[in-house]
């Protein structure tokens, strides 16, 4: 089974930009399709975005189209979701998630981060 460690997160103004990675061990990252997901205090964790095993197609959510895009470099066993235009409502511990296949990322992710903290302060 593949570990995943988030780093990236922290504190930003709104307007402002972060880039969060994820890093695998355990297991070779070209093995999956890759998502990053967050849940916000009080409400239910959901999906931000999605990649498949090559980076050759890309899914989000419609909050964060247009802002959000994720990438992933296999070689560096590394999945990233570079954040622009951050919002208050963009605050959320992020979690990135490895799908059971390499290219279905509508299934349920098998494997889970610790995540990681973003607040965007207004």
């Known amino acids: 089974q593949v570990q995943l460690v988030e780093s990236g997160g922290g504190l930003v103004q709104a307007g402002g930009s972060l880039r969060l990675s994820c890093a695998a061990s355990?297991?070779?990252?070209?093995?999956?399709?890759m998502g990053w997901f967050r849940q916000a205090p009080g409400k239910e964790r959901e999906f931000v975005a999605a990649?498949?095993?090559?980076?050759?197609?890309?899914r989000y959510a419609d909050s964060v189209k247009g802002r959000f895009t994720v990438s992933r470099d296999n070689a560096k066993n590394t999945v990233y979701v570079q954040m622009n235009s951050l919002k208050p409502e963009d605050t959320a511990v992020y979690y990135c998630?490895?799908?059971?296949?390499?290219?279905?990322?509508?299934?349920?992710?098998?494997?889970w981060g610790q995540g990681t903290q973003v607040t965007v302060s207004s």
């Open positions: 355990g297991r070779t990252l070209s093995s999956y399709a």
């Open positions: 990649i498949d095993w090559s980076g050759g197609r890309t």
């Open positions: 998630a490895a799908y059971p296949t390499r290219d279905n990322y509508y299934a349920t992710p098998r494997s």
